[in-house]
């Protein structure tokens, strides 16, 4: 355990809105004890759960650690950069339709010429692959949509995100490339150091269990994708990018490179969609068109701006509650019912909806900024037409 | 020929539709410049209230013309209750919060009113009462029907009337007030928060408007029908210019002729290559074009008249 | 409070002796309970639910004991993330067996937790061909396949109506693109002209400029591969339209529903099922009288997630065991009368035969035309 700081825990908790950006080589929160306490607490997640609730909750914190991994990639691109984009699930489409076709039997059917058995590359040979390819579909968005602000720039990536799914979806003909809407099956299981995560292992006389493995190497991925976007955020692109958050044109002005930075931060953000889209791949052994629609991008959104945009405590803390919200609800909506009133009065499966949808309500009452806000409150996406209002609001304030 | 002037019509038809529903959407835009996510939902509220009425006085033995009146009205009380009641609930705190919050409290609010609506009225389909004959015309050799041509001259008087109540009404000068500078038009005296009420409570009118001729055209209400049609008359109301009436109409029809010329046509077009599954695409093809040319959608640039 | 709650939930023994002495056996049900296609996946837990009910009226014994079988229900939103959560979610809840999913694309993935799990899984409604094919001995299927109806269908189409030129359309969904396809396909093998292929989605109402498009080919037969929410109002366009044309779908347009939102349009029109006609089968009347007056109109698959139950329960008491690796191969070697067919299964778990009945909404209710053979509908799925 690394020694103690003297106001560590702040970092991690809740950023005092006047501490300001915080300093570069200051690397607060690894020198966090709380920071380096939930760390080992997570190491251990998988086995407390498995013993107290069961693997099916290994499985949902997989699960929740791939969405956490789209929520930061998400959040360079709203939060840092103030780009709204509602088609983020396209990128994680490409990262995990690309592990699907280079780890499957499946192109054989197209080209069994010259790939008999299908395309079977290793998976650290299709990581950087899949995120470089995510990444230029990222650039490919961004490049038409420099000038676009705000809603605009919504719809647009919202129907980007439409024409990705629907390639996916009709591709199956006449070139049988993505299998259309049957989706790809029987895809090789993610394999680290010669081992696949897919069978059970011993370890030290510890059995680790598939959902264990794939847990420690999303865990690994997630803290490099933390990493990553802190290091971004403190860097000469993440200021940036905030400049371009919180005024273009000055920005622009100020020396700026707008337009480079823009398609950067797609592009990032674009590649850890990208990644978290391999991982799943690998991780469910099947893909089709039907994971990536749009509601998929909305809830990846709401993670973020949920949690507090541009902060990435917050936005883990966001990931957090929206994967494993609806899990919790379906497990506690009927024992809730029958300790009320004895027995099951409502339909469990829509009234766990209708308690999720209420929760993204409440939640953002109660704090409208995020669960925990970003350092440096401000307004995101300033988008021209509404700065006169906004600074109407903060006066009101 | 009659093929293609078919065609036409059903992109009319269709665009009619997304026109209706865009117009509530634009007008909430044009006022508080939020996108009311959950307006699809409130179509749904709308068609589905409209058809229990409906089934339940025709039931009765009441004659089609007062019972389809008296389903309109209580529609849009339904729905000018529910569009107020969201308002208060999940936009009014929030109004000067980072803009991004209400977009999050309209997604649960389309959740929550979608699972309402399946409590409600069950998970299955419902067959929306038919009215009257609706004869077909046949012009050119396309075919249209009564209520079509309904659909498509009531989007025209909507549009037409909210021009007026816009442009010539003293509520419509606190509209376009409240819009330009909320903090300046409470210094002149407007209640703001009456005003945004009402142009909720307006627009979810419209909106059981729409729902009820979306469901009397297509013969069913379903309580997810609010999503896919939402989702589309945002991108007619963005394609047209969000925040301006005209443009909604515009972008409406436009977005229902590119779709049903790209379904028609995008086969031929590209040799067989693509077929009408790529009629999305080629909608969202076309929006982006326009975008990337004028920004701001075909008739958004005039900033000072959105609303 | 929460928390203890979820604690309860988590774990409890397969064999679980209930105060009375009685062995208790879980049953997993999944379908999508939420969303566009909840009614269908209600239908299918009603159907499994009173299968369930009838072996616990029945009293069946398994090793000497006697067995009260209990069902677990989950929602997977047709997703198949969740489809995957809810797998291991009965895994967990140490499950016999499940029945279910609903759909494809979430009966694939989950297949794999099942089997890893070592837990049989009887689909009452995927179709997906892929479904089987994934090499695990756990998956079952008693519904024909794709490539089974699609063939009958495309046979069907050709040589009985005599159709000559074909138009189709899909909604591109795993399960309306694969039956689509096969019916393709058979059409092409006995000689027909496919003159228009368009597609649509699985949310649209609006299908006239498809129709339109189709119009100008001048077919006489439109094929819809897809479910009742979309050929209902595509029947009624058809008509509005004017197309001379005999509109017929697969098992996803053989519903009540189907006629309610048709209207007068879907008179005439036909529809195909796997299996034979319940009143032809023994029980199968009773059945659905029972279904009924417990639960609303059958809507689709309710009969499959009956028999599916039954099956698995008659092979248990065949091998004279719950426990799924006791029980398992008996399931494989099964024959059992079941209301929608007499069920045995292939070597790779689909039902052997595939029997499919075509359908004809005639005075506004689905009379059955006839039933087509079993065995030329596996010579050509096999092909």
């Known amino acids: ?127 950087p692959l899949a995120a470089l390819l995510a990444g230029g579909c990222g650039v490919l968005l961004g490049a038409p949509t420099l000038r676009l602000r705000g809603d605009y720039l919504a719809i647009v990536t919202l129907g980007f995100g439409e024409i990705i799914r629907i390639f996916m979806n009709n591709l199956n003909a006449p070139v049988n490339l993505t299998n259309g809407p049957q989706g790809i099956s029987r895809i090789d299981p993610i394999s680290v150091a010669g081992t696949s995560l897919n069978a059970t292992h011993e370890l030290f006389g510890i059995t680790l269990p598939s959902v264990h493995l794939y847990f420690y190497l999303f865990l690994a991925f997630t803290l490099l994708v933390v990493f990553v976007s802190q290091r971004l955020e403190k ?28 398609l950067l931060a797609f592009a990032m953000g674009a590649m850890f969609g990208g990644v978290s889209g391999t991982l799943f791949a690998g991780f469910q052994g099947f893909v089709s ?21 541009g902060n990435i405590a917050g936005v883990i803390i966001g990931g957090l509650v929206l994967a494993l919200l609806p899990e919790v609800l379906r497990h506690s909506v009927v024992p809730l019912q029958q300790a009320l009133f004895g027995k099951t009065i409502i339909d469990p499966e829509s009234l766990r909806m209708l308690l999720f949808g209420a929760a993204l309500i409440v939640m953002m009452l109660y704090r409208p900024a995020g669960m925990l806000p970003s350092r440096v409150r401000r307004r995101e996406l300033g988008n021209e037409e509404t700065t006169g209002e906004a600074s109407v609001y903060d006066a009101a304030h | 020929m009659e093929i293609f002037l078919q065609q036409i019509i059903n992109g009319l038809v269709q665009g009619s539709v997304y026109a209706l529903v865009a117009l509530g959407y634009t007008m909430v835009y044009g006022i508080l410049g939020l996108i009311n996510f959950a307006h699809g939902e409130v179509v749904m509220i709308g068609a589905m209230l409209a058809m229990s009425v409906l089934t339940a006085l025709l039931g009765w033995g009441v004659p089609p013309m007062p019972a389809l009146l008296l389903a309109i009205l209580l529609a849009m009380a339904g729905c000018m209750a529910l569009g107020y009641s969201i308002e208060r609930v999940a936009y009014r705190p929030l109004r000067h919060a980072p803009r991004l919050a209400p977009l999050i409290t309209a997604i649960g609010v389309s959740i929550v009113l979608q699972n309402l609506a399946m409590m409600i009225w069950g998970r299955e389909y419902h067959a929306f009462p038919q009215l009257g004959a609706n004869i077909p015309h046949v012009i050119g050799g396309a075919i249209i029907s009564d209520i079509q041509i309904i659909i498509f001259v009531l989007a025209l008087v909507i549009m037409a009337g909210l021009l007026v109540v816009v442009h010539r009404t003293r509520l419509g000068r606190a509209m376009r007030a409240v819009a330009e500078n909320q903090h300046a038009a409470q210094l002149m005296g407007v209640d703001i928060n009456r005003v945004i009420s009402l142009t909720f409570m307006l627009g979810s009118a419209l909106a059981a408007i729409a729902g009820l001729m979306v469901s009397a055209n297509y013969g069913l209400a379903h309580y997810y029908m609010g999503f896919l049609l939402g989702l589309k008359a945002f991108t007619a109301a963005v394609l047209g210019g969000i925040g301006n009436l005209r443009g909604a109409m515009l972008g409406g029809l436009l977005l229902g002729l590119i779709e049903s010329l790209g379904a028609g046509y995008i086969g031929d077009l590209t040799g067989g290559f693509l077929g009408s599954h790529y009629q999305d695409v080629f909608a969202f093809f076309v ?21 | 409070m929460l928390a203890m709650s979820l604690v309860g939930c988590g774990k409890s023994a397969p064999e679980q002796a209930a105060a009375s002495g009685e062995l208790i056996v879980r049953i997993g049900a999944v379908a999508p309970l939420t969303g566009p296609q909840a009614h269908l996946g209600k239908d299918n837990e009603n159907g499994t639910r009173m299968a369930i009910d009838d072996a616990n009226a029945k009293g069946i014994v398994i090793g000497g004991r006697k067995v009260r079988f209990e069902l677990v229900s989950e929602d997977d939103q047709a997703d198949p993330k969740t489809g995957t959560i809810v797998a291991q979610k009965l895994a967990d809840s140490k499950v016999s067996g499940v029945i279910g999913h609903l759909n494809s694309g979430t009966t694939i993935p989950a297949a794999k937790i099942y089997s890893d799990n070592g837990i049989p899984q009887i689909s009452p409604s995927a179709t997906a061909v892929a479904y089987t094919a994934q090499g695990f001995n756990t998956t079952f299927r008693v519904m024909a396949n794709d490539a089974q109806q699609g063939q009958v269908l495309g046979q069907y189409a050709a040589k009985n109506l005599g159709a000559k030129k074909i138009a189709i359309i899909d909604d591109r969904t795993a399960y309306g693109q694969g039956l689509a396809d096969e019916f393709a396909k058979a059409v092409q093998a006995s000689g027909a002209q496919i003159v228009a292929r368009e597609y649509t989605s699985d949310k649209a109402v609006d299908f006239t400029a498809v129709l339109t498009a189709v119009k100008g080919k001048q077919p006489d037969l439109l094929f819809y591969g897809g479910m009742d929410a979309q050929s209902g109002p595509m029947a009624k366009q058809i008509k509005a339209l004017a197309l001379n044309l005999k509109f017929m779908s697969g098992d996803g347009g053989y519903t009540p529903e189907f006629i309610k939102l048709a209207g007068d349009a879907a008179e005439g029109t036909y529809a195909s099922l796997p299996g034979v006609p319940l009143d032809k089968m023994p029980g199968g009347k009773a059945f659905a009288d029972r279904f009924v007056a417990k639960y609303q109109p059958i809507q689709l698959y309710a009969p499959y997630c009956y028999d599916a139950v039954n099956v698995m329960i008659a092979a248990m008491q065949k091998a004279d065991s719950v426990e799924p690796a006791k029980y398992l191969p008996a399931l494989v070697g099964i024959s059992h009368d079941g209301v929608t067919a007499k069920i045995q299964f292939d070597a790779k ?28 509908a596996t010579a050509l799925a096999l092909k």
């Open chain 1, 289 to 309: 068109p039907e994971s990536f629609s749009l509601m998929e991008s909305i809830m990846v959104l709401c993670m973020v701006v949920l949690g507090g945009m």
């Open chain 3, 349 to 376: 778990g689909d039902l052997k035969g595939g029997a499919v009945t075509v359908y004809q909404v005639q005075q506004g209710k689905w009379q059955p035309l006839q039933t087509l053979g079993a065995e030329a």
């Open chain 1, 1 to 127: 355990m690394p020694n103690a700081h003297k106001k560590p825990a702040r970092k991690l908790q809740s950023p005092s809105p006047a501490s300001g950006r915080g300093g570069r080589g200051e690397g607060g929160l690894y020198r966090s004890p709380i920071f380096w306490l939930l760390l080992g607490a997570t190491l251990l997640l998988p086995f407390v759960t498995d013993a107290l609730l069961g693997r099916g909750w290994v499985r949902i914190a997989d699960f929740a650690m791939l969405y956490i991994m789209l929520a930061l990639g998400l959040n360079i691109v709203v939060g840092y950069a103030g780009l709204l984009d509602l088609g983020y699930i396209a990128f994680f489409a490409v990262g995990a339709y690309c592990y699907a076709l280079c780890g499957s039997p499946h192109l054989a059917l197209a080209f069994p010429q010259a790939f008999p058995d299908g395309v079977h590359l290793p998976f650290w040979a299709i990581l």
């Open chain 1, 235 to 262: 860097s000469r692109i993440g200021r940036g990018w905030m400049a371009i958050r919180e005024d273009e044109i000055a920005a622009s002005a100020m020396g700026i490179n707008t337009r480079n930075l823009k």
């Open chain 2, 287 to 307: 929006l982006i074009t326009v975008l990337v040319f004028r920004p701001s959608g075909l008739l958004g640039e005039r900033v000072a008249e959105r609303a």
